[in-house]
Structure formats: structure tokens, C-alpha cells
């Protein structure tokens, strides 16, 4: 394979989490296979009479806790001079995000993943193409049609749709004091936008996983289990890896989901899944391929760039 010209767009390097960041064991792994590395934040991207652009920093890094990276240049240089570009900086999912997808779109390297993908699937929408698979599920802001709707469940998770990492998350049941003006709170929090509503699930107390899928195939799984006194398993908050293995129904629920994956060009999706229902589809900047290595010994950023390496 020749060496590749690599730009990563993410959150600033500085602030990478060495032992947890998934951004940079793939920057290592592609590092390790000859590949030239560069960095922009989404705000280094920029559009200039017919060009899209990114002032841009060209970097070795490590899991060296003390030093992980070293930058060797800055440069504002074209989109179109690089053969890859990763979109891996984090939610929230806004209209600053959705702009950057919009120049991504008019590079002609091979962007991963794809901006419309990234666009097409939201992570806690795209479930509801596949009813079957989800627990009970409610999206929008009308505040009578909620409390029916929460009236049939003991409890309810309330959630904040572009956010990430069990943010914007709660719990409540209808039939607690209280309960219409907490959920208007939280509907007036969310800004415009629709929440999400979905059946409390008690089986999460024994956590979650993420499945991560390559190429639409399923990979592997690791379990991520809640802190004590919460029901949130992210890691994010408080949450604790665990080791993981892929049962027959995330098989099944990959096998659904892979149809809409390849449609969009997604190479790279995580999926949350709770007793065997299908939670979110994260296509943005999936995470947590280091715990699973260290739990499991799957080396996800070798696969990965097995497969992105056919595509190019």
C-alpha cells in the first residue's frame, strides 16, 4: 500500500484523552502503517473562491501520556491534497456541524465517514426506521401527547436528541409529583428541537453495549455498566467498561441496520444496545475502540484501516 496523506478533523489534539481516545489509536495505526498524518478543527475549515481549505497541522503521535503528539508543520493547505479525510470531532450534532459536512461534501478525497452519511443517519433518529428492534418509542414536543404516552411505562428516559455521551438524559415517571413541569422544563432546555422519549428499560442496571460494526459487518461488542445510583452506562459519566461479546440479537440487529450503513457509505458505526433493543446508530465519531482492545484484545483500528485501505 503507498503511504496515504491522512487528515484527521477533530476536537483540539491537546485535549485528547491518551488511554481512552479513539481518534488517536487510529492516527497511531495509521502512523504505524507509513501513512503522513494531519490535524484541523472543524473550525480550521474553510471555503475560498472555488477551494475548500484547512489550516492544518502535520503530526506524529504516541500513547506517550507525556508528549502524544509533535507537531512538525502548520500549513493552510487545499482539502483536495489529501487522500483521506476522518470526521471525528464530537457532538452536539448542530447547525455549525451540519455546515462543515456541507464543504466536506465538495473535496474530492475520500471523506469517512461520508458528510451526507453523517448527515442522513441522526444517531437517536435513525432507530426509529426500525421499530422492531427499539424499545417503545416518542419523539416530539407536544407536552399532553408525552404525558400519555409516559402513562403507559412504570418510567420514562427522557433525551435530548443531538447531544452525546448520556448527556441531556433523564428519568422520570408519569405518575410522580410533578412530572408535566419537570418534562416542560426539559422540553424548554431542549431549545426548538424535538426530545425523544423512550420506555425505561430496568435491564440497562446490568448495562449496555456498544456494538461496533466495520464495513457493515458486526466486529465486536464491549459492555459498558452504569455507576451506582445512576442508569446512564456512558462512560462519560461515570460509566464502566467491561468486556463484551456479540450475541445473536446484535447479529440480528446488525444484519437490519447494515442496509441503511451501506446505503450512506458508513464504514465505522457503533451501535448502543440494551437487552437486545436497538438505542442509537453512531455514525459521527464512534469511540471506545481502546477498552475494547484492552478487554477484549480486538484490534479495532487495524480493521478498520484493512478496510478503509480497499477503498482507496
Not at 471523506?111 to 427499539?134: A, C, D
Request: charged share 30%; glycine share 8%; aromatic share 8%.
Amino acid at each position: 500500500m503507498k503511504s496515504l496523506r491522512i487528515a484527521v478533523q477533530m476536537d483540539p489534539i491537546e485535549k485528547m484523552i491518551v488511554n481512552h481516545d479513539t481518534s488517536l489509536a487510529l492516527m497511531v495505526e495509521a502512523q504505524t502503517r507509513g501513512h503522513e498524518l494531519w490535524w484541523w478543527a472543524p473550525n480550521d475549515l474553510f471555503y475560498d473562491t472555488g477551494v475548500v481549505k484547512a489550516r492544518a497541522r502535520r503530526v506524529s503521535v504516541s500513547f506517550d501520556e507525556g508528549k502524544h503528539y509533535e507537531t512538525h508543520e502548520e500549513a493552510v493547505r487545499a482539502a483536495d491534497d489529501f487522500d483521506i479525510i476522518l470526521v471525528r470531532q464530537d457532538p452536539p450534532f448542530d447547525m455549525g456541524y451540519v455546515s462543515n459536512t456541507y464543504l466536506l461534501e465538495l473535496t474530492k478525497a475520500l471523506v469517512i465517514n461520508p458528510p451526507p452519511g453523517i448527515r442522513n443517519i441522526s444517531e437517536k433518529m435513525s432507530i426509529l426506521q426500525f421499530p422492531e428492534l427499539t424499545p417503545t418509542t416518542w419523539v416530539g414536543r407536544d407536552l399532553d401527547a408525552l404525558e400519555a404516552f409516559s402513562k403507559r411505562f412504570d418510567q420514562v428516559v427522557l433525551k435530548v436528541l443531538f447531544l452525546m455521551g448520556g448527556d441531556g438524559v433523564i428519568k422520570l415517571a408519569a405518575s410522580e409529583a410533578g412530572f408535566r413541569d419537570k418534562a416542560k422544563a426539559f422540553l424548554a432546555a431542549a431549545g426548538r428541537e424535538p426530545i425523544l422519549a423512550q420506555e425505561f428499560l430496568p435491564a440497562v442496571s446490568g448495562g449496555d453495549k456498544r456494538v461496533f460494526v466495520i464495513g457493515g459487518e458486526p466486529f465486536a461488542a464491549l459492555r459498558r455498566v452504569p455507576k451506582e445510583g445512576d442508569f446512564r452506562a456512558n462512560l462519560h459519566v461515570g460509566g464502566k467498561a467491561e468486556a463484551g461479546e456479540l450475541d445473536d440479537d446484535d447479529r440480528r440487529i446488525v444484519k437490519a441496520v447494515a442496509p441503511l450503513l451501506e446505503r450512506e457509505g458508513i464504514v465505522f458505526a457503533g451501535l448502543d444496545v440494551i437487552a437486545g433493543k436497538l438505542i442509537e446508530i453512531n455514525v459521527t465519531s464512534p469511540t471506545l475502540a481502546q477498552e475494547l482492545q484492552r478487554f477484549s484484545g480486538l484490534d479495532l483500528p487495524k480493521a478498520f484501516w484493512d478496510r478503509v485501505e480497499k477503498l482507496v
